[in-house]
């Protein structure tokens, strides 16, 4: 029974609808698209990639903004490590770059490291550091190995080139041709 009174009420205002083209059915932009060929998952994805890489900072951005760092940032390590056994080497800094070019946070990670002075040592430099401005925030992980040795002699030397020596090596030959 309740059917029977609802079902002419649904009539009544089916007749009463004015009548739809039916072109007037499909979006307006249906027909553009139809025009155009189906973009590809790859250049799809390549196209997000170029949208997203022009809001964030490229590796090689951060790596000119944190050269001038890098000496700073071994000199931490090594000042606060120096004495402790069994430390590995492995540092990491995880930055969240804000959009104006400063740090909104660093994270240091020294898994091996005892105490915080190599972090907070590197936490005072970041204070200074400073990046190219872009719309986005930009996450960031640089990662360090510092390898750490007893033996003398080993590394970077003090070096010169002289047609005749240097002389310092000169001198250091003359002594021991002397004795």
Not at 40 to 49: Q, T
Not at 100 to 109: P, S
Not at 128 to 146: D, E, L, Q, R, Y
């Amino acid at each position: 029974m309740f059917m029977l009174r609802v079902l002419p009420l649904l009539l009544g205002l089916s007749v009463a609808l004015p009548a739809i083209p039916s072109h007037a059915n499909k979006p307006k932009t249906q027909g553009k698209l139809a025009k155009k060929a189906p973009e590809s998952d790859a250049a799809r994805r390549a196209r997000l990639r170029m949208q997203r890489n022009q809001r964030i900072l490229s590796r090689e951005e951060i790596e000119a903004a944190m050269a001038p760092h890098v000496p700073a940032i071994g000199s931490c390590y090594k000042t606060h490590t120096a004495k402790q056994e069994g430390v590995s080497g492995r540092l990491s800094l995880e930055m969240l770059i804000r959009p104006e070019g400063t740090l909104q946070r660093l994270w240091v990670r020294a898994p091996t490291v005892k105490g915080d002075g190599v972090s907070n040592c590197i936490q005072k430099l970041s204070k200074t550091w400073t990046f190219p401005k872009k719309p986005g925030f930009t996450n960031a992980v640089i990662p360090f190995f510092f390898q750490k040795t007893s033996i003398k002699g080993v590394g970077p030397l003090e070096s010169c080139w002289n047609a005749k020596g240097c002389p310092k090596q000169q001198s250091n030959q003359k002594r021991k041709k002397g004795k």
